[in-house]
C-alpha cells in the first residue's frame, strides 16, 4: 500500500518532490514518502478557503492528534469531509485517502512512525500559528509578521524541521552515515530547509500579500519607512530593495550551510547526494530570478525556473555527484548568478 501511496498520489499533488523521492534509496522511501503526504495533507487543511478559519485550526489538530490515536476514523472525518471543497484533482484524492495513508503510516516500524509524528507535530505548529497571525484571506485584512526573529521561526517550523527529520531518517537506515556528527548535521539540515522556505518566502511575497500574508517583518519595513500595506504598491520596489538583498544574503548563506550537509554524504551514498543536491540547484536559479526580477513586486511576474532548466539542471548534477569538486563547482557557478549588494 505504501509504495502505491508514495508513488501515483504523491505524483497527483507534487511532481518536483516526487522525483526527488524517487531518486532515494528504497530504504527510506516509505518513512519520506508518507511524511510528505501527511504535511501536504495538513497544508491543504490550512489553505483552503472553502472552511472557516477557527473550523481549519480544529482540523489541524485533529489532523495531529490522530498521529498519536490508535483509532484515528472518528478523528480524521472533518479533514477527510474537506475533500468536498478542493478543486484540485490531486489534493481531492488526498484528503479522500488519508485513512489509506494513515493506515500506511501505522504500519512503518516504531522509531519511523515516532520521527514522523514529531515533524509533523512540528510543521502543524507553524500552519496553526500562520493561521492566527494572519487573520484574513485578502488585502483587506493584511498583517505581517512582527519581526525577523518571527520569520526565522516561521522557517523553522514549516522547513527547518525537515532537516532534522531527513537526517535522523537517513541515519537509521543508512549504514555509510554511522560515523555522521549527528548533532552538526541536524544543525545543517535546518538551515538547509530554512534556505529554501526563505527562497519561497520571498518568491511567492506579492501573491502572498494580496491573500492577507505579509512575511516581511514590519520592524524591518518600519526601518525603511514603509508599512505592509505599501508593498502592494507597485513602485514601492526600489523602497524594498534594501531588504530584498539582506534576505537574499541570508538565503545564501543557509545555501551554504545545505551544500556543506550535501557534500558530508558519502559519495557511494549518490542517491541521497542527489535528492539533496536538486532542491539547492532549483533553489539557487530561483534566487537568481528573484534577483534580477525587473519588479519583485509585481505578481503578474513568474519567478518559477522553467521544466527544461529543472532537467538540465538535474541531468548535469547526475553527472557531477559523484566528485565532490565537480558538484561544488556546479554549485558556486550558480551562486555566482546571485547578485546581492550591500
Excluded at 196 to 219: M, S
Excluded at 255 to 275: F, K
Aim: include cysteine.
Amino acid at each position: 500500500m505504501a509504495a502505491e501511496l508514495t508513488g501515483q498520489l504523491l505524483k497527483q499533488v507534487s511532481r518536483s518532490f516526487y522525483l526527488t523521492l524517487a531518486v532515494l534509496p528504497r530504504s527510506v522511501r516509505p518513512t519520506i514518502g508518507l511524511a510528505y503526504l501527511l504535511a501536504r495533507a495538513a497544508d491543504t487543511v490550512a489553505d483552503t478557503r472553502a472552511i472557516e478559519r477557527e473550523a481549519r485550526l480544529a482540523q489541524l489538530e485533529a489532523l495531529g492528534a490522530a498521529l498519536r490515536e490508535p483509532a484515528s476514523d472518528a478523528l480524521l472525518a472533518g479533514v477527510t469531509g474537506a475533500a468536498r471543497g478542493q478543486a484540485l484533482p490531486g489534493e481531492r484524492a488526498l484528503l479522500e485517502r488519508l485513512p489509506e495513508v494513515f493506515v500506511a503510516y501505522r504500519g512503518l516500524r516504531h522509531d519511523d512512525r515516532e520521527r514522523v509524528a514529531a515533524l509533523l507535530q512540528t510543521i502543524i505548529e507553524g500552519m496553526s500559528q500562520d493561521l492566527r497571525i494572519f487573520p484574513g484571506e485578502d488585502e483587506g485584512k493584511l498583517e505581517a509578521l512582527p519581526a525577523r526573529e518571527d520569520l526565522w521561526r516561521y522557517t523553522y517550523l514549516v522547513a527547518g524541521c525537515v532537516g532534522e527529520f531527513w537526517t535522523d531518517v537517513h541515519a537509521a537506515h543508512r549504514p555509510r552515515l554511522r560515523h555522521w556528527d549527528l548533532p552538526r548535521m541536524r544543525a545543517l539540515g535546518v538551515r538547509f530547509g530554512q534556505g529554501l522556505q526563505l527562497t519561497n518566502v520571498l518568491r511567492d511575497l506579492p501573491r502572498d500579500l494580496r491573500a492577507g500574508r505579509c512575511y516581511l517583518p514590519r520592524q524591518d519595513l518600519a526601518r525603511l519607512g514603509l508599512s505592509p500595506r505599501d508593498l502592494l504598491d507597485l513602485g514601492a520596489a526600489p523602497a524594498v530593495e534594501p531588504l530584498l538583498h539582506e534576505l537574499l544574503a541570508v538565503a545564501l548563506d543557509h545555501y551554504d550551510a545545505g551544500w556543506r550537509y550535501t557534500l558530508a554524504i558519502p559519495a557511494a551514498e549518490t542517491r541521497m547526494r542527489l535528492a539533496c543536491a536538486w532542491p539547492l540547484l532549483i533553489g539557487l536559479r530561483t534566487l537568481e530570478l528573484i534577483a534580477k526580477s525587473p519588479n519583485w513586486l509585481d505578481p503578474r511576474i513568474t519567478l518559477k525556473v522553467s521544466r527544461a532548466s529543472v532537467y538540465a539542471l538535474m541531468a548535469r548534477s547526475a553527472t557531477t555527484v559523484w566528485s565532490t569538486a565537480a558538484l561544488s563547482r556546479q554549485a558556486a557557478h550558480l551562486r555566482r548568478r546571485v547578485r546581492v549588494t550591500a
